[in-house]
């Protein structure tokens, strides 16, 4: 999803993304999945294996690497977007500091590991705080939808604002990691019990279902129960919430299926999904030389064209990930050394 999804929206020409067009609508639709799927699975997988840690009575080593691992995500969502052709140059501009999927997702896992840390020792607690924040980062989305920041480093104003290019902010994408980290509380407590997998996937569906279609409902239920006009601003644009029942959905889906796709292409890939990233985002939009499809073929491929070349660019970059990049935990790893190596 997330490689024909940044294709096609790339390189389709302006003039088909007619939104009368159910083929277009429902492509733009199933797109706008990816990326709550990508933030709420990271954070249901990463809280797990904490808490799997601490039940073990040793999660300090855990910690650590989470902590490696979310600041080296941080530093490659940097470099990614570096054109050091410009750089050697003598031309330099504030591209780079625009913060992407990774800075959040890195960032993200920061956050869950600090409430980790203050919560891990009262786990219906760290439940409980997790949904709320959760809640809180969807519901106050409109009060910093078009949020300006003038007065603080570009640094960090990005991880707030859009105004300065930043395609992802820390706020509300963040909630989506907290409801995955919810998620995998319950796991963690209950996947041991009988009927848990067929009363989860109900779950999924049913619950699913409601934030899909009644959860603007909902928030506007809330509004005339307590007059609070921000409940009535979230539920007149209530993307996040629909976009959470999609991924309650979908998680639904392969859950049923897991049995099916433990040892499949799917399992591979999740294997290398870092280095997929990386690879996708070097051949399109051409980091570090500002050479890629972008540069050439930018907003100018019909229906037909943009088609055909997304299915060779997942073909491409798939390709490469599997006989040419090594998987995530290997990535980590080697990075890990590297920086021991330049500290000793």
């Not at 490696?68 to 140059?89: D, E, H, K, M």
């Not at 913060?99 to 439940?127: A, E, N, P, T, W």
């Not at 949020?147 to 960090?156: A, D, E, K, M, S």
Request: aromatic letters at 20%; one cysteine or more; proline letters at 2%.
């Amino acid at each position: 999803m997330m490689l024909q999804g940044h294709f096609i929206d790339t390189l389709l020409d302006p003039i088909y993304r007619d939104t009368s067009q159910q083929v277009y609508k429902l492509w733009s639709y199933f797109r706008g999945i990816t990326a709550p799927t990508f933030f709420t699975i990271s954070g249901l997988v990463f809280a797990y294996l904490l808490l799997r840690a601490y039940a073990k009575g040793d999660d300090l080593p855990r910690i650590k690497k989470g902590l490696f691992r979310g600041s080296l995500l941080i530093v490659i969502g940097y470099s990614l977007r570096v054109n050091l052709v410009s750089w050697f140059q003598g031309y330099f501009d504030t591209y780079f500091l625009v913060i992407d999927v990774l800075q959040c997702i890195g960032l993200s896992l920061i956050f869950l590991i600090g409430l980790h840390m203050l919560l891990k020792k009262h786990s219906y607690v760290f439940s409980i705080v997790l949904f709320i924040i959760g809640c809180l980062c969807f519901i106050t989305e409109p009060l910093y939808r078009n949020l300006i920041i003038t007065n603080i480093p570009l640094f960090f104003a990005n991880y707030m604002t859009t105004v300065n290019g930043s395609v992802f902010t820390i706020l509300p994408w963040f909630g989506y990691a907290a409801f995955g980290a919810f998620l995998s509380t319950i796991f963690f407590r209950h996947a041991h019990r009988n009927l848990f997998k067929v009363f989860t996937i109900i779950t999924f569906f049913v619950i699913g279902y409601f934030l899909i279609y009644h959860s603007s409902w909902f928030l506007k239920e809330l509004y005339y129960l307590t007059d609070i006009e921000l409940l009535f601003l979230s539920a007149d644009y209530n993307y996040l919430f629909t976009r959470l029942g999609n991924v309650l959905v979908l998680f639904g889906v392969f859950y049923s299926f897991e049995h099916f796709l433990k040892q499949s292409l799917i399992a591979r890939i999740g294997e290398k999904t870092l280095s997929i990233y990386v690879i996708h985002f070097i051949i399109l939009f051409g980091s570090f030389t500002g050479v890629g499809l972008k540069r050439f073929y930018n907003a100018s491929l019909n229906p037909t064209e943009a088609i055909i070349g997304a299915l060779m660019f997942i073909v491409v970059v798939s390709l490469i990930s599997f006989y040419y990049a090594r998987t995530n935990h290997f990535v980590y790893n080697l990075a890990r050394k590297l920086v021991e190596r330049f500290k000793k």
